[in-house]
């Protein structure tokens, strides 16, 4: 494995790569199995692997943690080679940013649901830092895991409407056996949040039973999860939302895609989980 | 040549190119001697040429002329047809812009002077079509004229900025014998006021005698060149501008490479040109 950490090394191997099909993980680093997932699929489909890392400022808030956003390089780079990336980006803050950016993308359509409502400027961030990267790698193939279900459907914008020679590819969430979806954040739950946690996934497939059903108004759909991780789980409910998939927009009867999300504020972790179903509940696993 | 209107068959056409190198001329259309210099220079330096014709509504203000903006496709494939040009990429509306755009690309730098600063959002529009044309048609190298020289700053930026593998090339401005930049725009010139236009490039051939001179400060200039204008033409000044290039920064002192650039009203017709300098007045005739 070759880690790079120059945009024209970088630019370099992409273009001595000619005919060979690149799949490419961009990452935040402090890589985990989600990650690993999304990096063994890529070599299965690819002739070969990049995953970048790159902790982005432009899409922290000013009250957020990029600074203490957790960093590891030496385990990563082992993770990454085990998992069998062939080259890891690794470019530093003024390699992406040499000086302010002049030119900005902005993402104005399926940012103000999910999480993206309490994280203004969030997505433009993503979006410029991806638009750098494909740029950059010139990717044939690019893998999002599903657990970001916003990032997946706003990374899909990003490359239909701006037609991006790139395929997006959304993969399972990778969860505990007990359903819960994994997450750095999870060693943060107490012994009997843990317990609690499960109901997330629980709620969420009790939503898709509904929805199989022949339950077609969202309402009750959003009130029985609600009600149910209100019962089972001692976290604040930070949103339950069932919308289309991926445009992201309420809807008033499934007949469409959908995405049922739900965020829970437990003690020292906020977690998210996701499900997506076809219109008949049948569910969705990669896209 | 080949008339192509689908993106799909357009990136088809590019995936078959393989390792030839393509060349790019965006445009909108109208083609005249400014446009054709640039295919035939690009037929120089590369395996194919793609020409795109495509008036994007997104570059025009809500008083401008996207509408009356003239339109000649059958006289374009003759004219791209003798130049040389290998495939001519002419999308309809629809096909580029087939819902409301979600993402947009902002530019934050060398828009507010020149002729930027009474087209807000123009550049915005244009580097949003220029993106998904780049993304479409994947080209080695694309080719601007500088006599539209804010425009080649903003590509410029674009590329820089954002990573594309792309390299820009300006090229110069065409010119008739007398030294007026050619435009579409010159016939709705009077007699009279044909004669004076050729105070503009002379203005600027003046100017340009003066840095050679040693003068440094760029108020000197400016106010020479203005007085040159007022006295020499009838037409009404909308601004002489001294400024570094590409960057398009204001500057107190010249100790870099500036472009000296000039806009004037007459009747019927607002005439622009600029020249580009290197710090001791070397002229730059090609970026």
Known sequence: MKIIRTINEMKQIVNEANNKTIGFVPTMGFLHEGHLSLV???????????????????????????????????????????????????PAMEEMYPKKMGIKIIVEEGTDVLCGRSRPGHFDGVGTVLTKLFHIVQPNNTYFGLKDAQQYAVVHHLIEQLNFPVKINGLPTVREQDGLAKSSRN??????????????YESLQYAQKRVVDGIENPDIIIKEV??????????????????????????????????????????????????????????????
């Open 226 to 287: 609600t009600n149910m991780l209100q019962e089972k789980t001692s976290g604040k409910i930070d949103y339950v939302e069932l919308l289309s998939y991926p445009a992201l927009q309420q809807i008033s009867t499934i007949t469409e895609p959908i995405i049922i999300a739900i965020a829970v504020q437990f003690t020292q972790a906020r977690l998210i989980d996701n499900i997506l179903l076809q219109p008949n509940g049948t569910k969705i696993d990669r896209l």
């Open 187 to 200: 060693v943060y739950l107490s012994d009997i949040e843990r317990q609690e946690a499960i109901f997330l």
């Open 40 to 90: 063994k699929e890529a070599k299965k489909e690819n002739d070969f692997v990049v995953t970048s890392i790159f902790v982005n400022p432009l899409q922290f808030g000013p009250n957020e943690d990029f600074d203490e956003y957790p960093r590891d390089e030496e385990q990563d780079a082992n993770h990454a080679k085990q998992a069998g990336v062939d080259v890891l980006f690794i």
